[in-house]
């Protein structure tokens, strides 16, 4: 190859890693400012999102910038440093470390597929110039033992063994009549019910429940449908707990303040439970009276209950269509409103 052809190749392979590293920093700087959701932790995959707490894409956002910075700076070199090699090795390698786990978990999410292709064009542009493949084992590698040796999807709490759900004193027990109920919405002798389990971190549980009572708005009026809203309660989640107990709590007290908290706080992801309480402050009731929390500990394992015996393994929204008794059908994650109203429909006189 003459001179004057590894200086053209040179330049456009930098120039490709520079821009396709720096599209890949902004779609994570995108995602991670809320303007772009993530799909994959409402499907399951939550417990893959964050490493020591940092979030998988701060990180490689974070590379992907540090590659974008480091190739416009080395631009006239005609091989690239180590440094930029193994950064790029490692951005590749986790890229697809996260596609075989989308693979394996079933995960769909737009944000994820449009990064890792752009990241992947990266990586792909600087083959020879900066010979990443020799980092890529590394990267897939690290990636995976930060999380597991073994990939798992998100499973639902199971029920505690030996702990009778009705075990409660009378005081406790008619607060739990009062959490379940206020967690309804319709008659309570409506002829088809819509169960509903949610994860009130989720975008898509949001965007899918505010419609689906858009639309069933008339039916919940006349008594024809009744809705019962659940908070999920994941294994590897313990957030969700937290969560659960302060909607249990709100249920407690009254129906407005339940449906308050589920149309303020479902659909936003934050880190941690201090990030929650600063952002709701009251609106996250916490209580001292041990009839209380008694009885917010009996729904919540009545609710562990309801999972093993309705199917729900982890993935939200899942969504149980029940006439009378009898259960007609289930939705799980990719459901929509749509959908659920038009099955509705079809079980009314």
Not at 90 to 113: D, E, M, V, Y
Not at 256 to 263: A, S
Not at 300 to 324: H, K, M, Q, Y
Request: proline residues 4%; glycine residues 6%.
């Amino acid at each position: 190859m003459r001179v004057d052809d590894l200086h053209w190749f040179r330049h456009h392979a930098n120039l490709a890693i520079t821009q396709a590293a720096t599209v890949a920093a902004v779609l994570a700087a995108v995602r991670l400012s809320g303007a772009w959701p993530c799909d994959v932790s409402c499907q399951g995959g939550a417990a893959y999102s964050q490493i020591a707490g940092v979030s998988v894409t701060a990180l490689g956002g974070g590379l992907a910038a540090l590659i974008a910075l480091l190739s416009w700076w080395q631009r006239r070199r005609p091989r690239a440093s180590n440094v930029l090699s193994l950064a790029l090795g490692l951005l590749g390698g986790g890229c697809l470390w996260f596609l075989f786990l989308s693979w394996q978990l079933h995960l769909r999410c737009a944000f994820c597929l449009i990064f890792h292709a752009v990241a992947l064009c990266a990586v792909l542009a600087g083959w020879r110039w900066a010979s990443p493949w020799r980092w890529l084992p590394l990267g897939f590698l690290i990636i995976h033992f930060a999380f597991t040796w073994r990939i798992e999807p998100e499973r639902a709490q199971p029920p505690t063994v030996n702990v009778p759900v009705h075990s409660v004193d009378s005081e406790a027990a008619m607060l739990t009549a009062r959490i379940e109920a206020n967690r309804r919405l319709g008659a309570a002798d409506a002829p088809v019910v819509i169960e509903e389990v949610l994860d009130l971190r989720c975008t898509h549980c949001a965007a899918t429940h505010a419609q689906l009572l858009r639309a069933l708005a008339e039916d919940l009026n006349a008594g024809r449908v009744a809705v019962v809203v659940r908070q999920a309660l994941l294994m590897r989640e313990p957030i969700t707990t937290d969560l659960a107990r302060w909607a249990a709590t709100a249920s407690g007290s009254s129906a407005t303040d339940y449906q308050l908290l589920i149309e303020t706080v479902l659909g936003t992801r934050l880190n941690n439970v201090a990030a929650y309480r600063q952002r709701f402050g009251a609106l996250l009731p916490d209580s001292a009276d041990q009839a209380v929390k008694t009885a917010v500990e009996t729904v919540l394992e009545s609710d562990r209950r309801w999972f093993a015996a309705n199917g729900f393994t982890g993935a939200v929204p899942f969504i149980v269509l029940r006439r009378g008794a009898q259960i007609v059908t289930r939705f799980e994650r990719d459901v929509t409103a749509a959908a659920i109203v038009d099955a509705v429909h079809a079980l009314s006189p």
